[in-house]
Structures are given as structure tokens and as C-alpha cells.
């Protein structure tokens, strides 16, 4: 069996609505599974209520997962939402989903992955950034290693971020984030929040340079309501973001991401990919969390 997998942070966003299972890289898996493949998320819990009741979802999802129990809790997350439904997080320290022990049952998995999706914020702490790296130097070396950075409040250095590229084949990450991005490792001082709407030519060049700094397969850009981008080293697909009554948008650009390694593990084109991926993380907006099951006409 081959797996799809997404390493990190498991954890519960706390919506003004309630409390949802999220967490990037399980987002990621659960997302991967919906399209018939074998997602796996890879984390860490306490032991605890909202330990036990991630697995009792992952159980009720039929969703393969690797979740060693560990002395700290199980990992929550403040979500609070603005006017159009953007998240700001409140992430705590000290929880589980930090200290990620790197375990036998995990390394034979990461050498049947035919794809792993990471990010930064698991990262922050060294146990789970030693777990996360070996789990990527064992899987084959055609895999995919979809780098979704992720950058979150503080929690990420250029350190961490150079050595997760040299890593990865695929980067994706968003407009503000490459703005960071290309300050902190390429030197290109930007405005924030403006460079792709102010100078896409300028935009462009740093996805390309990105791509043969680190010799990436491809470059994965969204930009909100602008839509989104898929650059390689000699093609450049572009989709608009489509109009949607917006519920959150928590989740979705995780969607994205999954959706787009789903159809290009499944022979789609780089174009079919993006399209398909548009479509799911427009649905997610309108749902509520980050988790929703699609809709038949999404999965085909």
C-alpha cells in the first residue's frame, strides 16, 4: 500500500461556532482520502478527552493515522474570524503535536509514501522537527514533498524554512507569505501584502528563482480573492478565484493543496490539478471548519 501523508500538527480549532478537528497536515490527509487514496496523518496527542476524541474521528472517517500518545495535551487552537471570514490564530505551546516522537510504524510508512505534505508550524520544536526531516529522508526519492508553509504568528526562522525547501519538490504558499519568503532568504524587500497586486512581473521572477534555488518541481501561489497560481520551470497555469458566499475559510487552503496532489497522483494534468483544487477550496469556504465532506460532483 502507498500513502499520502501529512505530518505535524493535529489539533482543535476553537471557532466562535464550537471546536473543530483541524491542523494542517491532517487537513491535508483527510482531504487526500476523499479522492480514494490513502491519506495518513501523522501527529501526536495527549492523553486526554480531545486526544481520544481525534481518533474517534479519524476512526469514524476511516482515515489511517499514526498518533503516539505523549505527556503533553492534545494541541488547541483560538480561531477568531474577521468580516470576510479570515482566521487569526491563537496557538498554544507546550502541547503534544511539539513533541512528535519519531516511531518504527512511522518510517515504514514513510518508505511506501508516494507523497507527504509538511509544514513549518510543527516544526517550531526540535523533537518534531527531527521526526518531521527523518520521516522526509526516508521516503523514496520520487515522492512528492509538498512543502505548505504555513507560516504562522512567530513560530518559523530562515533556518527551518531553507532546510524544509531543500527538502521539498513542491512549495506552496501564499501571496503574504512570499512576501516574507523573498525578504528572508532571497533579499528582495517587498511591500507587505502588495507584491503580487503591485508587481506580478516581480512576483514571477521570485517564484522562478525560488524554484531553481531549490530545484523545485513546482511553486503552488494563492492569493485570496485574486486566485491562485501554479508555476514550474517553463509553464505557469493561472485560475481565478471564484465568487462564493464565505461560511470560513479555515481549511481551505489546505483543500487546495490536497486536492491538487490527489489529481496529479491520479494522472491529471498540472491545469486539471489547479482547476479541480480551485473548485474544493471554494467549497470549503462555504462550509463551516475545515473538514467537510465534498460533494460527489468534486470527487469524480
Known amino acids: 500500500m502507498n500513502y499520502v501523508v501529512g505530518i505535524g500538527e493535529a489539533l482543535f480549532d476553537c471557532l466562535p461556532e464550537g471546536r ?5 497536515p491532517a487537513n491535508f490527509a483527510y482531504h487526500v482520502s476523499q479522492f480514494g487514496l490513502n491519506g495518513c496523518a501523522i501527529s501526536a496527542i495527549g492523553d486526554d478527552e480531545l486526544g ?15 498518533l503516539p500518545v505523549v505527556e503533553q495535551p492534545t494541541g488547541t487552537v483560538k480561531v477568531t474570524l474577521d468580516e470576510k471570514g479570515v482566521p487569526q490564530y491563537e496557538i498554544c505551546l507546550g502541547v503534544a503535536w511539539d513533541n512528535i516522537p519519531l516511531t518504527n510504524e512511522m518510517l515504514s510508512i514513510a518508505h511506501r509514501s508516494q507523497a ?49 525547501l531543500q527538502r521539498a519538490n513542491i512549495l506552496k504558499i501564499n501571496d503574504e507569505e512570499l512576501d516574507v519568503v523573498a525578504t528572508m532568504l532571497l533579499g528582495e524587500p517587498t511591500i507587505p501584502g502588495a507584491l503580487i497586486a503591485e508587481d506580478p512581473e516581480k512576483t514571477r521572477r521570485i517564484c522562478r528563482e525560488l524554484i531553481a534555488r531549490y530545484d523545485l518541481k513546482m511553486l503552488i501561489l494563492t492569493c485570496g480573492a485574486i486566485g491562485s497560481y501554479v508555476f514550474t520551470a517553463n509553464e505557469e497555469s493561472y485560475v481565478a478565484t471564484p465568487k ?24 491529471r494534468t498540472i491545469r486539471e490539478a489547479h482547476e479541480r483544487a480551485v473548485k474544493v477550496s471554494a467549497f470549503v469556504c462555504t462550509q ?13
Not at 133 to 154: E, G, H, M, T
Request: a negative charge; aromatic letters at 8%; hydrophobic letters at 45%.
Open 116 to 164: 507527504i505534505c509538511f509544514g513549518s508550524l510543527a516544526q517550531r520544536s526540535e523533537t518534531s522537527r527531527e521526526t518531521i526531516q527523518a520521516f522526509l529522508d526516508a521516503a523514496p526519492a520520487d515522492a512528492l514533498k509538498v512543502f505548505d508553509i504555513n507560516l504562522r504568528q512567530s513560530w518559523y526562522t530562515a533556518e527551518v524554512i531553507a532546510e524544509s
Open 244 to 267: 462564493v458566499l464565505v461560511a470560513d475559510t479555515v481549511g481551505a487552503g489546505d483543500s487546495f493543496t490536497a486536492t491538487f496532489v490527489a489529481q496529479i497522483l491520479l494522472g
Open 20 to 24: 473543530k478537528l483541524g491542523g494542517a
Open 52 to 66: 481520544n476524541e481525534i481518533i474517534d474521528t479519524f476512526e469514524k472517517v476511516h482515515l489511517p493515522y499514526v
Open 288 to 300: 463551516h471548519g475545515a473538514m467537510p465532506v465534498l460533494p460527489a460532483e468534486l470527487k469524480q
